[in-house]
């Protein structure tokens, strides 16, 4: 079942960043766009690296999860050890390249809100006969 996760969200994620770069490509972007496009693409994968392989976070007092959005390893406090329970090893690697891959497609949110905010504008501006 979780494997369905890791499919769905590399899906979606790379639906997202490819449609932003076909819609940046197809609008003929100025350099400041594709600018943003790198360094928002950089940031992602730096965030998505540190969320895919460093990230920890405590679900209770007994409780710790391994890699974000999709857990890799779980780790359960018995007898003041951490026993930790690791999902399979080909599980774990194509989670941990979909977390990058779907942290990355995060980032770019804020370029496809502003991208597709302008491009409705000039629409609304030319249906009305503003522009010459």
């Known amino acids: 079942m979780s494997m369905l996760f890791v ?3 590399f899906a979606l994620s790379s639906w997202v960043l490819v449609a932003l770069f076909r819609r940046l490509r197809r609008q003929h972007a100025s350099g400041g766009w594709w600018v943003a496009f790198g360094v928002l693409v950089a940031c992602g994968v730096a965030l998505g690296i540190w969320c895919a392989f460093y990230c920890e976070y405590h ?26 329970f690791p999902v399979p090893e080909f599980q774990a690697w194509s989670a941990s390249f979909t977390n990058v891959i779907t942290i990355t497609a995060l980032t770019t949110l804020p370029l496809w809100l502003v ?13 009305s006969g503003r522009v010459a």
Not at 60 to 84: A, K, M, N, Y
Not at 115 to 127: D, G, K, L, T
Request: aromatic share 20%.
């Open 59 to 84: 679900v209770g007092t007994r409780f710790r999860i391994g890699s974000f959005p999709i857990p890799v390893v779980f780790f359960h406090l018995e007898d003041g050890q951490w026993v930790d």
């Open 7 to 9: 499919i769905l969200f």
């Open 115 to 127: 991208s597709w905010r302008q491009n409705r504008h000039e629409s609304r501006e030319f249906e």
